[in-house]
T-cell receptor
């Protein structure tokens, strides 16, 4: 069974600083990987996803993530954080099951942005 | 285009009461999912459906039942609510041509 670890419960950065959120996964085959963002009181919005091909994936809102198979990681990065990026971030790994798609989510990392 | 909607947004139940949460999507998606979100636990899959008339168990199915009588609707039922079911419930849907899940805004349920 697949699993996802987000080692950081909270991350605090200053506005304008760079950001890296860590995600490690465990899965026997090539994984499908996702990053979602959740603003307070809202549902989840997809930031980016990796299925195959280029290991550096570009997403919305200026985010990117790099798939590193040797490290079983899929870290999320942003070069310059904006105050509006303060939110909860979830990494997810996906496994196909009989044609359906079953994702497993990490516990989330809460991003705090200081002005 | 409303996307994924959930009804109700908030609900308070007493232990032992029953209720049904409704998820509706207007994107003609085949797949639908019910998750619960608890502090520090991320999202955990309760049940899912790969098409009209089909349902399957997820990671934490106990205490819940689901039905998918119409393609656009996915119902989550609690027959006898327990305080451990206090949570925020999210519905999601996905089409066959995409691996992107679209989430609803959530239902906050409190069981006293």
């Amino acid at each position: 069974a697949q699993s996802v670890t987000q080692p950081d419960i909270h991350i605090t950065v200053s506005e304008g600083a760079s950001l890296e959120l860590r995600c490690n996964y465990s899965y026997g085959a090539t994984p499908y990987l996702f990053w979602y963002v959740q603003s307070p009181g809202q549902g989840l919005q997809l930031l980016l996803k990796y299925f195959s091909g280029d290991t550096l994936v570009q997403g919305i809102k200026g985010f990117e993530a790099e798939f590193k198979r040797s490290q079983s990681s899929f870290n999320l990065r942003k070069p310059s954080v904006h105050w509006s990026d303060a939110a909860e971030y979830f990494c997810a790994v996906g496994a196909r099951a009989g044609g359906s798609y079953i994702p497993t989510f990490g516990r989330g990392t809460s991003l705090i942005v200081h002005p | 285009n409303a996307g994924v909607t959930q009804t109700p947004k908030f609900r308070v139940l007493k232990t032992g009461q029953s209720m049904t949460l409704l998820c509706a999507q207007d994107m003609n998606h085949e797949y639908m999912y019910w998750y619960r979100q608890d502090p520090g636990m991320g999202l955990r899959l309760i049940h899912y459906s790969v098409g009209e008339g089909t349902t399957a168990k997820g990671e934490v199915p106990d205490g819940y039942n689901v039905s998918r009588l119409k393609k656009q609707n996915f119902l989550l039922g609690l027959e006898s609510a327990a305080p451990s079911q206090t949570s925020v419930y999210f519905c999601a849907s996905r089409g066959t041509s995409t691996d992107t899940q679209y989430f609803g805004p959530g239902t906050r349920l409190t069981v006293l």
